[in-house]
């Protein structure tokens, strides 16, 4: 399931599009100004952001340059009311890899959407096999190793493993993790993906009492740097 960031002031737009876009099949977040874009779309993981231009607090091409120089590479398409072609090269310039203009049919949108996760599907697959510190994870045998010695691995904690590989240093909250290990609509506590966290620093950290690499973020979640 793809996960979109919709940045949206308009209330009837943004329930329409996350209805829309729910509907598709697709989780959605939204957000109602460009400060809280910049700070969700830092810090939880998207495979694509739907972005108005026209936004109180800090508008979309702002917010779109920030992200850019900030590093994030998830995929932007960007909605305005204008139709000037200034403002789209601009916006495509600042590193927007689409544009919709105002009023759109929903139609459109779903098909540009597609074609943009198409084009970038391949920026945030896993790797057949990821190395950091003494720890190898093969994600096609589905096997850890550490120097040389397998780890017994459960495949939950492959899932989880790939997930935070996809989203190396953003934060995933408990909800995102829930939905990657056992699947959205899953009645799982908070609790179940806090033990396994704790597990899975016993077997990929050089110290567990001090992880190095799966790092918790208070209030939010966990963060993954290895």
Same mark, same amino acid.
Not at 218 to 226: A, I, L, P, Q, S
């Given at each position: 399931?793809?996960?979109?960031?919709?940045?949206?002031?308009?209330?009837?737009?943004?329930?329409?599009?996350?209805?829309?876009?729910?509907?598709?099949?697709?989780?959605?977040?939204?957000?109602?100004?460009?400060?809280?874009?910049?700070?969700?779309?830092?810090?939880?993981?998207?495979?694509?952001?739907v972005l108005?231009?026209?936004?109180?607090?800090?508008?979309?091409?702002?917010?779109?340059? $920030? +992200? =850019? !120089? /900030? #590093?994030?590479?998830?995929? @932007?398409?960007?909605?305005?009311?204008?139709?000037?072609? %200034?403002?789209?090269?601009?916006?495509?310039?600042?590193?927007?890899?689409?544009?919709?203009?105002?009023?759109?049919?929903?139609?459109?949108?779903?098909?540009?959407?597609?074609?943009?996760?198409?084009?970038?599907?391949?920026?945030?697959?896993?790797?057949?096999?990821?190395?950091?510190?003494?720890?190898?994870?093969?994600?096609?045998?589905? $096997? +850890? =190793? !550490? /120097? #040389?010695?397998?780890?017994? @691995?459960?495949?939950?904690?492959?899932?989880?493993?790939? %997930?935070?590989?996809?989203?190396?240093?953003?934060?995933?909250?408990?909800?995102?993790?829930?939905?990657?290990?056992?699947?959205?609509?899953?009645?799982?506590?908070?609790?179940?993906?806090?033990?396994?966290?704790?597990?899975?620093?016993?077997?990929?950290?050089?110290?567990?009492?001090?992880?190095?690499?799966?790092?918790s973020v208070?209030?939010?979640?966990? !963060?993954?740097?290895?």
């Open positions: 399931m793809s996960r979109i960031l919709v940045v949206e002031d308009e209330a009837n737009i943004a329930l329409g599009l996350q209805d829309d876009l729910t509907l598709e099949g697709y989780e959605v977040a939204v957000a109602r100004d460009g400060e809280e874009a910049v700070r969700v779309a830092r810090g939880e993981a998207f495979d694509l952001i108005d231009v026209m936004l109180p607090r800090k508008d979309g091409l702002t917010v779109c340059r $920030e +992200l =850019r !120089r /900030g #590093g994030l590479k998830t995929p @932007i398409i960007m909605l305005t009311a204008r139709t000037q072609e %200034a403002e789209k090269v601009l916006g495509l310039e600042l590193g927007a890899d689409d544009y919709v203009t105002k009023p759109f049919s929903p139609i459109e949108l779903r098909a540009r959407i597609k074609a943009v996760l198409r084009r970038t599907g391949d920026a945030g697959a896993v790797p057949q096999v990821y190395r950091f510190g003494d720890a190898e994870l093969d994600f096609g045998r589905c $096997e +850890l =190793r !550490r /120097g #040389g010695r397998t780890i017994e @691995i459960t495949a939950i904690e492959v899932k989880l493993l790939a %997930a935070f590989v996809r989203s190396r240093g953003l934060v995933l909250t408990r909800d995102r993790l829930l939905d990657a290990g056992w699947g959205v609509g899953t009645h799982v506590t908070d609790r179940v993906v806090d033990n396994h966290i704790v597990a899975l620093r016993r077997k990929i950290e050089p110290d567990p009492a001090a992880p190095r690499y799966l790092t208070r209030g939010m979640g966990y !963060r993954f740097d290895g």
